[in-house]
């Protein structure tokens, strides 16, 4: 052009997250697939916003049936889909919460609440705490915590404070009459997809024969031959890990790959062996020996 701009300069997104040399070009299901067709397993799914995974033919439908209808209508319309969705929403909700805000993310959810406390309570200050991340617009970002967000931005909304997570006495003191709201970012252990239960113990017993007097576990074991559970086996890797861990070394006289030979063997007084007491059915209750429990 002649006033020596050009036109047609690549655009690239100002750099806020690290570039992962990654073009995304479709998903299915839990999968995604790059421009080179090299598959993914999409562990992240955008911090849960797919998490009915890709391009799943109902969602797809349901995108296409609306575009067809009606893309898009200013609030001061009602529109039969977002009644729909409103009711279907207030079905999974307390009956106590009767009006709700649309945002378009996360950071303008928080946004607004800051807003909504304000006018409700007529207050301005607002609690969070360490940590926490609510997003980068000017009130969503007082309101986070890390300062590497926050510095290039200073200052930040006026009466917002943070202090530790978990700490109910710190949260006390800080609040006052100034406060209009505390905002929680719930801090998990682990992911907040993932969650640790115990559905059942299978420790290691001691088989040993009803004759054998002696009760204490590791002495039975050292001092009785001993049958393997056979270390190729996961039960006979545990089992061989306890017994270095516990410095017993046992007399070997055989190594077995099944648990009922190895207690017919300990029934016939062949010798002594350390299994774990797997869920049924392979369950050593029914069994002749002794279970002595360690
Ligand atoms: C707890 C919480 N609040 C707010 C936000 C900001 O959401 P958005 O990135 O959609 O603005 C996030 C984003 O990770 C978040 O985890």
Redesign the pocket.
């Known amino acids: 052009m002649g006033d020596g701009v050009s036109v047609g300069t690549r655009l690239h997104p100002i750099p806020l997250h690290v570039d992962r040399g990654i073009s995304l070009a479709r998903g299915e299901g839990c999968y995604l697939w790059d421009d080179q067709g090299r598959r993914y397993l999409d562990l992240m799914t955008n ?1 849960g916003v797919n998490l009915l995974g890709h391009a799943h033919p109902h969602v797809n439908a349901a995108i296409d049936r609306q575009a067809s209808l009606l893309t898009n209508a200013h609030q001061s319309f009602d529109t039969p889909a977002r009644q729909e969705f409103l009711d279907t929403l207030a079905g999974f909700l307390p009956s106590s919460l009767s009006r709700m805000s649309f945002a378009n ?6 946004e607004a609440a800051m807003k909504y406390t304000r006018v409700a309570t007529g207050r301005t200050g607002i609690i969070a705490t360490h940590r ?5 617009t000017f009130g ?1 970002l007082s309101a986070t915590s890390d300062a590497k967000y926050r510095e290039p931005f200073m200052p930040m909304l006026e009466g917002t404070r943070h202090v530790p997570f978990d700490n109910l006495p710190a949260m006390a003191e800080a609040i006052d009459d100034s406060t209009a709201a505390v905002i929680i ?1 719930p801090q998990f252990v682990l992911p907040k997809t993932c969650s640790w239960e115990t559905w059942r113990e299978e420790p290691l017993v001691v088989l040993a024969h009803r004759a054998i007097e002696e009760r204490d576990p590791h002495r039975i074991l050292a001092t009785e031959p001993f049958i393997r559970y056979d270390r190729k086996q996961w039960g006979g890797r545990l089992a061989e890990n306890y017994l270095q861990q516990a410095g017993i070394h046992p007399h070997d006289r055989y190594e077995l790959d099944s648990l009922d030979a190895i207690a017919v063997l300990v029934d016939r007084k062949l010798g002594v062996s350390l299994v774990p007491d797997w869920a049924p059915p392979w369950h050593l209750d029914w069994r002749a020996p002794a279970i002595v429990w360690l």
Do not use: Q
């Open positions: 911090y993310s996360g950071a303008e959810a928080v926490a991340y609510h997003g980068r969503a970012e």
